[in-house]
Protein backbone atom coordinates (compact mmCIF):
# COMPACT_ATOMS: atom_id res chain seq x y z
CA UNK A 1 0.00 0.00 0.00
CA UNK A 2 1.03 3.23 -0.92
CA UNK A 3 1.78 6.01 2.05
CA UNK A 4 -0.84 9.22 1.54
CA UNK A 5 1.36 11.94 0.35
CA UNK A 6 1.25 15.06 2.70
CA UNK A 7 0.75 18.95 2.52
CA UNK A 8 1.40 21.58 5.53
CA UNK A 9 -1.37 23.87 5.33
CA UNK A 10 -1.34 26.23 8.06
CA UNK A 11 1.32 27.38 9.80
CA UNK A 12 1.42 29.81 13.10
CA UNK A 13 4.34 31.09 15.17
CA UNK A 14 4.21 33.32 18.17
CA UNK A 15 6.05 36.52 18.76
CA UNK A 16 9.02 35.26 20.86
CA UNK A 17 10.87 37.04 23.85
CA UNK A 18 12.40 36.44 26.53
CA UNK A 19 9.52 36.68 28.71
CA UNK A 20 6.07 36.19 27.60
CA UNK A 21 4.08 37.05 30.79
CA UNK A 22 1.63 37.89 28.98
CA UNK A 23 0.24 34.85 28.62
CA UNK A 24 0.06 31.13 30.52
CA UNK A 25 1.83 28.43 28.94
CA UNK A 26 -1.90 27.31 27.39
CA UNK A 27 -2.31 30.95 26.36
CA UNK A 28 1.40 30.56 24.61
CA UNK A 29 0.32 27.03 22.66
CA UNK A 30 -3.27 28.70 22.10
CA UNK A 31 -1.63 32.13 19.93
CA UNK A 32 0.41 29.96 17.67
CA UNK A 33 -2.19 27.02 17.23
CA UNK A 34 -4.98 29.51 16.10
CA UNK A 35 -2.96 31.23 13.64
CA UNK A 36 -1.87 28.02 12.41
CA UNK A 37 -6.11 27.05 12.21
CA UNK A 38 -6.59 30.82 10.78
CA UNK A 39 -3.67 30.31 7.90
CA UNK A 40 -5.36 27.08 7.29
CA UNK A 41 -9.10 28.46 6.80
CA UNK A 42 -9.97 25.72 9.70
CA UNK A 43 -11.60 25.62 13.44
CA UNK A 44 -10.92 23.33 16.36
CA UNK A 45 -13.45 21.22 15.20
CA UNK A 46 -11.88 20.19 11.85
CA UNK A 47 -8.77 19.24 13.36
CA UNK A 48 -8.43 14.59 13.78
CA UNK A 49 -5.79 14.32 16.22
CA UNK A 50 -3.19 16.90 18.26
CA UNK A 51 0.48 16.33 18.53
CA UNK A 52 2.09 18.23 20.69
CA UNK A 53 6.02 18.53 21.74
CA UNK A 54 8.25 20.00 24.68
CA UNK A 55 11.73 19.53 26.39
CA UNK A 56 11.47 17.57 29.64
CA UNK A 57 9.26 18.54 31.70
CA UNK A 58 11.96 19.37 34.32
CA UNK A 59 12.74 22.84 32.66
CA UNK A 60 9.71 24.24 33.39
CA UNK A 61 8.56 22.15 36.12
CA UNK A 62 5.34 21.26 34.44
CA UNK A 63 4.53 17.42 34.52
CA UNK A 64 2.76 15.91 31.67
CA UNK A 65 1.53 19.51 30.35
CA UNK A 66 -0.17 17.96 27.58
CA UNK A 67 -2.83 16.55 30.13
CA UNK A 68 -4.25 20.33 31.35
CA UNK A 69 -3.63 21.39 27.27
CA UNK A 70 -6.02 19.59 25.76
CA UNK A 71 -8.55 21.60 26.51
CA UNK A 72 -6.42 24.73 24.99
CA UNK A 73 -5.61 22.86 21.60
CA UNK A 74 -8.87 21.19 21.12
CA UNK A 75 -7.67 17.88 21.95
CA UNK A 76 -11.13 16.86 24.07
CA UNK A 77 -12.47 13.89 22.84
CA UNK A 78 -9.38 13.50 20.21
CA UNK A 79 -6.66 11.31 20.07
CA UNK A 80 -3.13 13.66 21.89
CA UNK A 81 0.28 12.42 21.73
CA UNK A 82 3.17 13.84 23.30
CA UNK A 83 6.44 13.89 22.04
CA UNK A 84 9.84 14.05 23.84
CA UNK A 85 12.78 13.90 21.74
CA UNK A 86 15.24 16.11 23.55
CA UNK A 87 15.95 19.71 21.81
CA UNK A 88 15.15 17.46 18.43
CA UNK A 89 11.85 17.52 19.73
CA UNK A 90 9.56 19.97 17.52
CA UNK A 91 11.20 18.59 14.57
CA UNK A 92 10.28 15.14 15.92
CA UNK A 93 6.52 16.16 16.48
CA UNK A 94 5.96 17.75 12.63
CA UNK A 95 7.35 14.66 11.95
CA UNK A 96 4.87 12.14 14.28
CA UNK A 97 1.98 14.40 12.91
CA UNK A 98 2.63 13.64 9.46
CA UNK A 99 3.49 9.69 9.81
CA UNK A 100 -0.44 10.15 11.59
CA UNK A 101 -1.56 11.53 8.08
CA UNK A 102 0.57 9.39 5.60
CA UNK A 103 -0.24 5.94 7.29
CA UNK A 104 -4.28 7.18 6.87
CA UNK A 105 -4.67 7.19 10.47
CA UNK A 106 -6.36 10.68 10.31
CA UNK A 107 -6.91 13.12 7.44
CA UNK A 108 -6.14 16.35 9.40
CA UNK A 109 -3.76 16.76 12.36
CA UNK A 110 -2.52 19.85 14.42
CA UNK A 111 1.29 19.80 15.47
CA UNK A 112 2.62 22.19 18.61
CA UNK A 113 5.61 22.71 20.28
CA UNK A 114 6.46 25.16 23.01
CA UNK A 115 9.08 26.17 25.59
CA UNK A 116 8.37 29.38 28.49
CA UNK A 117 12.16 29.47 29.69
CA UNK A 118 11.28 32.74 32.12
CA UNK A 119 8.77 30.23 34.05
CA UNK A 120 11.90 27.35 34.48
CA UNK A 121 15.58 27.00 34.57
CA UNK A 122 16.80 24.74 32.10
CA UNK A 123 19.98 24.89 33.35
CA UNK A 124 19.35 22.91 36.48
CA UNK A 125 17.54 20.45 33.76
CA UNK A 126 20.51 20.20 32.03
CA UNK A 127 22.11 19.76 35.13
CA UNK A 128 19.96 16.79 35.81
CA UNK A 129 18.41 18.78 39.05
CA UNK A 130 21.50 19.54 40.09
CA UNK A 131 23.35 23.19 40.42
CA UNK A 132 26.38 24.50 38.90
CA UNK A 133 25.79 22.74 35.47
CA UNK A 134 27.98 23.16 32.35
CA UNK A 135 25.19 23.61 30.35
CA UNK A 136 24.82 22.85 26.53
CA UNK A 137 27.69 24.99 25.62
CA UNK A 138 29.84 23.29 28.15
CA UNK A 139 29.06 20.20 26.11
CA UNK A 140 29.12 20.89 23.07
CA UNK A 141 32.68 23.46 23.29
CA UNK A 142 34.71 20.12 23.49
CA UNK A 143 33.55 18.73 20.10
CA UNK A 144 33.37 22.20 18.34
CA UNK A 145 37.13 22.23 19.31
CA UNK A 146 37.72 19.13 17.70
CA UNK A 147 35.88 20.45 14.24
CA UNK A 148 38.42 23.61 14.10
CA UNK A 149 41.46 21.29 14.61
CA UNK A 150 40.62 18.83 12.09
CA UNK A 151 39.01 21.28 9.49
CA UNK A 152 41.68 23.77 10.20
CA UNK A 153 38.71 26.36 10.45
CA UNK A 154 39.90 29.85 11.41
CA UNK A 155 38.64 31.38 14.52
CA UNK A 156 36.58 33.95 12.83
CA UNK A 157 33.70 31.65 11.04
CA UNK A 158 32.18 31.28 14.44
CA UNK A 159 31.96 35.00 14.38
CA UNK A 160 30.65 35.36 10.73
CA UNK A 161 27.72 32.79 11.23
CA UNK A 162 26.51 34.37 14.18
CA UNK A 163 26.64 37.77 12.47
CA UNK A 164 24.89 36.16 9.30
CA UNK A 165 21.94 34.93 11.64
CA UNK A 166 20.94 37.93 13.52
CA UNK A 167 21.43 40.05 10.76
CA UNK A 168 18.52 37.73 9.39
CA UNK A 169 16.93 37.88 12.10
CA UNK A 170 16.09 41.70 11.55
CA UNK A 171 13.49 40.55 8.20
CA UNK A 172 11.93 37.96 10.39
CA UNK A 173 9.61 39.77 12.72
CA UNK A 174 8.74 36.95 15.13
CA UNK A 175 12.55 36.55 16.04
CA UNK A 176 13.44 37.03 19.49
CA UNK A 177 16.94 38.60 19.41
CA UNK A 178 16.73 41.75 17.17
CA UNK A 179 20.33 43.27 17.24
CA UNK A 180 20.49 46.21 14.89
CA UNK A 181 24.14 46.33 15.76
CA UNK A 182 25.65 43.64 15.48
CA UNK A 183 29.06 43.31 14.08
CA UNK A 184 32.22 41.21 13.91
CA UNK A 185 33.92 43.22 16.84
CA UNK A 186 31.27 42.69 19.06
CA UNK A 187 30.87 38.88 18.35
CA UNK A 188 34.66 38.37 19.28
CA UNK A 189 34.57 41.51 22.11
CA UNK A 190 31.72 39.69 23.66
CA UNK A 191 32.16 37.88 26.89
CA UNK A 192 33.76 33.97 26.20
CA UNK A 193 31.55 31.52 27.77
CA UNK A 194 33.24 28.17 26.71
CA UNK A 195 35.88 28.43 24.53
CA UNK A 196 35.68 28.84 21.55
CA UNK A 197 32.17 30.76 22.02
CA UNK A 198 31.42 33.97 22.94
CA UNK A 199 28.21 35.14 24.50
CA UNK A 200 27.31 36.46 21.14
CA UNK A 201 28.03 32.57 19.43
CA UNK A 202 25.40 31.16 21.44
CA UNK A 203 21.62 31.38 21.19
CA UNK A 204 19.52 33.10 23.25
CA UNK A 205 16.76 31.95 26.19
CA UNK A 206 13.19 32.65 24.78
CA UNK A 207 9.41 31.62 25.13
CA UNK A 208 7.47 31.10 22.23
CA UNK A 209 5.84 28.80 20.36
CA UNK A 210 5.42 27.44 16.65
CA UNK A 211 2.12 25.07 15.33
CA UNK A 212 1.24 23.36 11.98
CA UNK A 213 -1.73 22.10 10.55
CA UNK A 214 -0.90 19.25 7.95
CA UNK A 215 -3.71 17.56 5.96
CA UNK A 216 -4.09 14.20 2.83
CA UNK A 217 -3.71 14.74 -0.99
CA UNK A 218 -6.73 15.85 -0.87
CA UNK A 219 -7.01 18.72 1.63
CA UNK A 220 -3.38 20.10 -0.01
CA UNK A 221 -5.22 19.72 -3.30
CA UNK A 222 -8.06 21.81 -2.21
CA UNK A 223 -5.77 24.65 -0.52
CA UNK A 224 -3.88 24.70 -4.36
CA UNK A 225 -7.53 24.91 -5.79
CA UNK A 226 -7.85 28.32 -3.43
CA UNK A 227 -5.17 29.70 -3.91
CA UNK A 228 -3.37 28.93 -1.09
CA UNK A 229 0.06 27.04 -1.86
CA UNK A 230 0.74 24.40 0.35
CA UNK A 231 4.00 22.69 1.60
CA UNK A 232 4.05 19.29 0.31
CA UNK A 233 6.39 16.70 2.83
CA UNK A 234 8.93 15.09 0.11
CA UNK A 235 10.88 13.30 3.05
CA UNK A 236 10.91 12.58 6.72
CA UNK A 237 13.14 10.69 9.16
CA UNK A 238 14.43 10.71 12.85
CA UNK A 239 17.55 8.86 14.06
CA UNK A 240 19.36 8.50 17.19
CA UNK A 241 22.50 7.15 18.51
CA UNK A 242 24.25 6.32 22.26
CA UNK A 243 25.84 9.45 23.30
CA UNK A 244 28.42 7.45 23.98
CA UNK A 245 30.40 4.04 22.37
CA UNK A 246 33.52 3.53 21.35
CA UNK A 247 34.31 5.16 17.94
CA UNK A 248 31.80 7.31 18.20
CA UNK A 249 32.32 10.47 16.02
CA UNK A 250 30.36 13.64 17.86
CA UNK A 251 31.48 15.82 14.97
CA UNK A 252 29.86 14.11 12.54
CA UNK A 253 27.45 12.00 14.22
CA UNK A 254 26.39 8.64 12.21
CA UNK A 255 22.71 9.34 13.07
CA UNK A 256 22.90 12.87 11.55
CA UNK A 257 24.35 11.56 8.23
CA UNK A 258 21.38 8.44 8.27
CA UNK A 259 18.43 10.49 9.51
CA UNK A 260 19.72 12.82 6.11
CA UNK A 261 20.51 10.33 3.65
CA UNK A 262 17.05 8.42 4.37
CA UNK A 263 14.82 12.15 3.89
CA UNK A 264 16.87 12.87 0.64
CA UNK A 265 16.37 8.98 -0.66
CA UNK A 266 12.47 9.46 -0.10
CA UNK A 267 12.65 13.12 -1.87
CA UNK A 268 14.41 11.95 -4.46
CA UNK A 269 17.77 14.27 -3.77
CA UNK A 270 21.28 12.79 -4.95
CA UNK A 271 23.02 16.28 -4.72
CA UNK A 272 22.28 18.18 -1.46
CA UNK A 273 24.03 20.88 -2.70
CA UNK A 274 22.46 21.46 -5.72
CA UNK A 275 18.96 20.08 -5.60
CA UNK A 276 17.95 22.04 -2.20
CA UNK A 277 17.77 25.82 -2.00
CA UNK A 278 17.43 26.56 1.27
CA UNK A 279 17.91 24.83 4.73
CA UNK A 280 16.73 25.78 8.01
CA UNK A 281 19.68 23.91 10.57
CA UNK A 282 19.34 23.81 14.59
CA UNK A 283 22.72 26.04 15.11
CA UNK A 284 22.15 27.16 18.99
CA UNK A 285 26.29 27.64 18.70
CA UNK A 286 27.38 29.42 16.08
CA UNK A 287 30.07 26.63 14.74
CA UNK A 288 27.24 23.94 14.08
CA UNK A 289 26.70 25.54 11.23
CA UNK A 290 29.50 24.52 9.36
CA UNK A 291 29.54 21.10 11.06
CA UNK A 292 26.02 20.35 9.95
CA UNK A 293 26.65 21.32 6.67
CA UNK A 294 29.13 18.59 6.57
CA UNK A 295 27.69 15.73 8.82
CA UNK A 296 24.05 16.42 6.66
CA UNK A 297 27.31 15.82 3.53
CA UNK A 298 25.42 19.03 2.11
CA UNK A 299 29.66 19.98 1.97
CA UNK A 300 32.52 17.60 1.81
CA UNK A 301 34.12 16.75 5.12
CA UNK A 302 36.45 19.43 6.22
CA UNK A 303 34.93 21.76 3.69
CA UNK A 304 31.93 23.40 5.77
CA UNK A 305 33.50 26.23 6.84
CA UNK A 306 34.61 26.97 3.47
CA UNK A 307 31.14 27.38 1.74
CA UNK A 308 30.66 29.98 5.13
CA UNK A 309 33.52 31.85 4.65
CA UNK A 310 32.69 31.95 0.72
CA UNK A 311 29.53 33.60 1.55
CA UNK A 312 27.16 31.02 0.43
CA UNK A 313 24.93 30.21 3.34
CA UNK A 314 23.99 34.35 3.51
CA UNK A 315 20.83 35.23 3.20
CA UNK A 316 22.09 36.39 -0.69
CA UNK A 317 24.10 33.19 -1.14
CA UNK A 318 23.47 29.98 -3.03
CA UNK A 319 22.88 28.01 -0.23
CA UNK A 320 21.29 30.47 1.93
CA UNK A 321 21.24 28.76 5.65
CA UNK A 322 18.67 30.18 8.28
CA UNK A 323 17.13 32.87 6.58
CA UNK A 324 14.79 33.18 9.70
CA UNK A 325 17.36 33.86 12.06
CA UNK A 326 17.63 30.58 13.47
CA UNK A 327 18.07 29.22 16.91
CA UNK A 328 21.06 31.81 17.16
CA UNK A 329 18.01 34.41 17.14
CA UNK A 330 15.12 32.53 19.13
CA UNK A 331 15.19 29.80 21.05
CA UNK A 332 12.35 28.36 22.80
CA UNK A 333 13.77 25.27 22.93
CA UNK A 334 10.69 22.68 23.13
CA UNK A 335 10.11 24.63 19.71
CA UNK A 336 13.08 25.49 18.07
CA UNK A 337 13.05 21.95 15.85
CA UNK A 338 9.23 23.23 14.76
CA UNK A 339 10.49 26.46 13.96
CA UNK A 340 12.98 25.18 11.73
CA UNK A 341 10.34 23.07 9.99
CA UNK A 342 7.57 25.38 10.05
CA UNK A 343 10.07 28.03 8.67
CA UNK A 344 11.06 25.77 5.63
CA UNK A 345 7.36 25.12 4.64
CA UNK A 346 6.90 28.60 4.50
CA UNK A 347 9.95 29.19 2.24
CA UNK A 348 8.37 26.45 -0.02
CA UNK A 349 4.93 28.33 -0.29
CA UNK A 350 6.64 31.45 -0.35
CA UNK A 351 5.27 33.07 2.46
CA UNK A 352 7.80 33.54 4.44
CA UNK A 353 7.87 37.88 3.94
CA UNK A 354 11.07 40.22 4.22
CA UNK A 355 13.18 36.87 4.97
CA UNK A 356 11.44 35.09 1.76
CA UNK A 357 14.38 33.19 -0.43
CA UNK A 358 13.58 33.85 -4.05
CA UNK A 359 12.84 30.24 -5.65
CA UNK A 360 12.71 28.51 -3.10
CA UNK A 361 11.17 25.31 -3.82
CA UNK A 362 12.97 22.65 -2.12
CA UNK A 363 13.65 23.24 1.44
CA UNK A 364 15.68 21.25 4.53
CA UNK A 365 14.74 21.50 8.01
CA UNK A 366 16.93 19.16 10.84
CA UNK A 367 16.41 19.37 14.98
CA UNK A 368 18.98 17.67 16.78
CA UNK A 369 18.94 16.78 20.52
CA UNK A 370 20.85 15.86 23.69
CA UNK A 371 25.00 14.94 22.83
CA UNK A 372 23.76 15.61 19.56
CA UNK A 373 22.50 12.20 19.22
CA UNK A 374 18.75 12.48 18.29
CA UNK A 375 18.06 13.61 14.93
CA UNK A 376 14.97 14.82 13.18
CA UNK A 377 14.85 15.98 9.44
CA UNK A 378 12.08 16.86 6.89
CA UNK A 379 12.56 17.98 2.99
CA UNK A 380 9.02 20.07 1.67
CA UNK A 381 8.50 21.52 -1.96
CA UNK A 382 6.67 23.23 -3.57
CA UNK A 383 5.40 20.73 -5.88
CA UNK A 384 3.65 17.60 -5.06
CA UNK A 385 6.03 14.80 -5.42
Not at 10 to 23: A, E, S, Y
Not at 105 to 127: D, I, P, T, Y
Not at 269 to 277: A, E, G, H, L
Not at 362 to 382: D, P
Request: proline share 5%; glycine share 12%; with cysteine.
Amino acid sequence: MTHERVAVVGIGQTKHKKRRDDLSIAGLVREAARRALDDARMTWSDIDAVVIGKAPDIFEGVMKPELYLSDALGGAGKPVFRVHTAGSVGGSTAVVASHLISSRVHRRVLAVAWEKQSEGNAQFGLGGGKSGSIGAGGAFAPWIRAYIRKSGAPEHIGWQVAVKDRQNALRNEYAHLQLKDISIDKVRESPMMWDPLHFLESCPSSDGAGAIVLTDEAGGDAAAADGRAPAWVLGTSMRSEPSSFNGRDPIRPQAGVDCAWDVYRQAGITDPRRQIDVAELYVPFSWYEPMWLEGHDIAPVGEGWKMVDRGETAFDGDFPVNPSGGVLSSNPIGASGMLRFLEAALQVRGTAGEHQVDGARVALAQAYGAAAQYFAMWAVGTDKP
